[in-house]
């Protein structure tokens, strides 16, 4: 289940225009998480809230190089951020995930 809203998540937030798309990614994990729950709380997010903050939280405890001032995780802690959801993925599978929802082909 949580692979299903995760992913749903990722494509509401990557449908947005591409410009403020790229100004989202480059906010912090705990703003990205305001803006997306700001955002789409009336649209079926609510009972998602506490998910979306405890991923942020996840991803501050996995960015072992900016921590709280980190906006993107790498490759290698994507993996353990999904991993820690029990929702692994192969990393082709992983890196064909990424290419779909990627805007600015930044990895």
Known sequence: RVHGDLSR???IMASQPV??????????????AIWFLN???????????ENVWKFAQKFVELDTAKKAAGNQLDEFASHK???SLEQTMTVMEMRKALREIDT????
């Open 81 to 83: 951020f999904l991993e």
């Open 19 to 32: 410009k403020s798309f790229s100004q989202l990614c480059a906010m912090t994990y705990q703003q990205q």
């Open 39 to 49: 955002g789409f709380w009336k649209r079926e997010m609510e009972p998602e809230a």
């Open 9 to 11: 998540i990722f494509l």
């Open 104 to 107: 600015d082909a930044n990895g």
